[in-house]
């Protein structure tokens, strides 16, 4: 069982992630990792912070001459302009955070809510998930997310290989797959900026080459698809997760929606068996399991809650009606939401890796899947 807890405070010290039940026998690269901690902090509307600090991961426990040990994984990344214990507490809690509802909640402050609420934390998410990207490549999975809506400008994503979706997302602003629609986002958050306001908007993700049978129909809290929920709804300001055709599936009749199966020998040796399916409106799960198609997750990101022009609020001591505090934020941080729910779904769908095929080693793992290959092409 593969489990991350997290811990640190966004202007505190540093920020740690502990990745449990990782298996032994995995050489890993930390370039990859600082590689989408630097994504993690780009893309257009980011506030000033983002360009204080370059994150760095500090390996510290579980990894010995660069393998992993098969112990818990310590994930550290430090804050550059650490200053918890100099920050003062704020009065009036900011609409859209859980200023007003922590601070009542723990009987404490706002500083003590807000510290920990930040989307800060996702730092180590992202790091955990760029070491179970890692894993995932040993058998052929790579996750990739990009943006494909913010606010009212709908981008229609290219195709092409992997190569170049990559290469068309890195070179992207708001790391999307429409060159042509990226000049209409960034004048759209230039106004917003003017304005004070903030945006959000819609990013999504997807899986090549996962085998048959991640997660189980058996019972609730092993379906893949409820997983994925729960920890991509978990990402800050994400307030609606979508498995392939999502909410779109409850506007059509059946006929529209579910995805016919067919079969072609020539794919007999992919991870789909030979299967091939009409469609992929299922985003590639089933009863809560993988299909053997491509999974496909998106996410809805709302606006940032901190507004350059404050909207209103109460001072927590007076009680008087008073402007919402304003703390150096972002504009909008939909790129990077890209990145951790990349990160996230990787985690996630690591996680049922391991379930399925065992945790203990990379090379038991590996003899494990080759072993459910080849039963299931029998089957
Ligand atoms: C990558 C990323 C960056 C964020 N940056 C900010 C920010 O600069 N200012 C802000 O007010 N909220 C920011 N947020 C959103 C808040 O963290 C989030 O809205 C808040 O913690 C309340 O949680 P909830 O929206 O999930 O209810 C960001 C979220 C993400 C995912």
Same mark, same amino acid.
């Given at each position: 069982?593969?489990?991350?807890?997290?811990?640190?405070?966004?202007? =505190?010290?540093?920020?740690?992630?502990?990745? #449990?039940?990782?298996?032994?026998?995995?050489?890993?690269?930390?370039?990859?990792?600082?590689?989408?901690?630097?994504?993690?902090?780009?893309?257009?509307?980011?506030?000033? *912070?983002?360009?204080?600090?370059?994150?760095?991961?500090?390996?510290?426990?579980?990894?010995?001459?660069?393998?992993?040990?098969?112990?818990?994984?310590?994930?550290?990344?430090?804050?550059?302009?650490?200053?918890?214990?100099?920050?003062?507490?704020?009065?009036?809690?900011?609409? =859209?955070?859980?200023?007003?509802?922590?601070?009542?909640?723990?009987?404490?402050?706002?500083?003590?809510?807000?510290?920990?609420?930040?989307? *800060?934390?996702?730092?180590?998410?992202?790091?955990?998930?760029?070491?179970?990207?890692?894993?995932?490549?040993?058998?052929?999975?790579?996750?990739?997310?990009?943006?494909?809506?913010?606010?009212?400008?709908?981008?229609?994503?290219?195709?092409?290989?992997?190569?170049?979706? *990559?290469?068309?997302? #890195?070179?992207?602003?708001?790391?999307?797959?429409?060159?042509?629609?990226?000049?209409?986002?960034?004048?759209?958050?230039?106004?917003?900026?003017?304005?004070?306001?903030?945006?959000?908007?819609?990013?999504?993700?997807?899986?090549?080459?996962?085998?048959?049978?991640?997660?189980?129909?058996?019972?609730?809290?092993?379906?893949?698809?409820?997983?994925?929920?729960?920890?991509?709804?978990?990402?800050?300001?994400?307030?609606?997760?979508?498995?392939?055709?999502?909410?779109?599936?409850?506007?059509?009749?059946?006929?529209?929606?579910?995805?016919?199966?067919?079969?072609?020998?020539?794919?007999?040796?992919?991870?789909?068996? =030979?299967?091939? *399916?009409?469609?992929?409106?299922?985003?590639?799960?089933?009863?809560?399991?993988?299909?053997?198609?491509?999974?496909?997750?998106?996410?809805?990101?709302?606006?940032?809650?901190?507004?350059?022009?404050?909207? #209103?609020?109460?001072?927590?001591?007076?009680?008087?009606?008073?402007?919402?505090?304003?703390?150096?934020?972002?504009?909008?941080?939909?790129?990077?939401?890209?990145?951790?729910?990349?990160?996230?779904?990787?985690?996630?769908?690591?996680?049922?890796?391991?379930?399925?095929?065992?945790?203990?080693?990379?090379?038991?793992?590996?003899?494990?899947?080759?072993?459910?290959?080849?039963?299931?092409?029998?089957?």
């Amino acid at each position: 069982m593969l489990r991350l807890l997290t811990a640190g405070e966004s202007h =505190g010290k540093l920020l740690q992630a502990t990745l #449990d039940g990782f298996p032994a026998g995995l050489s890993i690269d930390t370039d990859f990792i600082n590689a989408e901690l630097k994504r993690r902090q780009g893309g257009y509307g980011r506030g000033g *912070r983002q360009k204080l600090e370059t994150d760095v991961v500090d390996v510290q426990t579980g990894v010995w001459q660069g393998v992993t040990l098969g112990g818990p994984i310590t994930l550290a990344v430090a804050n550059s302009d650490y200053k918890l214990e100099r920050l003062k507490e704020l009065e009036r809690p900011r609409p =859209g955070h859980g200023d007003l509802t922590g601070a009542i909640k723990y009987l404490g402050s706002i500083r003590g809510v807000l510290e920990r609420a930040s989307a *800060r934390e996702t730092t180590v998410r992202v790091a955990a998930g760029a070491l179970c990207h890692q894993l995932l490549r040993q058998f052929g999975v790579n996750v990739f997310g990009f943006v494909t809506r913010l606010e009212q400008i709908a981008t229609t994503p290219r195709t092409g290989s992997l190569d170049e979706l *990559r290469a068309l997302r #890195d070179a992207s602003p708001m790391y999307t797959l429409d060159p042509e629609a990226d000049a209409a986002i960034v004048a759209r958050v230039d106004q917003a900026t003017e304005q004070g306001d903030t945006l959000g908007g819609i990013v999504e993700v997807r899986v090549f080459n996962l085998p048959f049978g991640l997660g189980s129909h058996a019972q609730w809290d092993r379906k893949l698809d409820g997983m994925l929920a729960q920890a991509v709804m978990s990402i800050q300001a994400i307030k609606g997760v979508e498995i392939g055709l999502g909410f779109e599936a409850s506007h059509r009749p059946g006929s529209k929606v579910h995805d016919d199966i067919g079969y072609d020998v020539d794919l007999a040796d992919t991870p789909a068996l =030979g299967y091939v *399916r009409g469609t992929n409106n299922a985003g590639g799960l089933e009863a809560g399991m993988t299909n053997g198609q491509p999974l496909v997750v998106r996410a809805a990101m709302k606006p940032i809650s901190t507004l350059r022009k404050p909207l #209103d609020s109460i001072n927590l001591k007076t009680k008087e009606a008073e402007r919402a505090a304003y703390e150096r934020s972002d504009v909008c941080a939909l790129a990077a939401c890209s990145v951790i729910v990349e990160n996230v779904v990787a985690q996630t769908v690591a996680a049922a890796f391991i379930d399925k095929f065992g945790g203990d080693s990379l090379v038991e793992m590996q003899a494990r899947y080759e072993l459910f290959h080849d039963m299931a092409r029998q089957r």
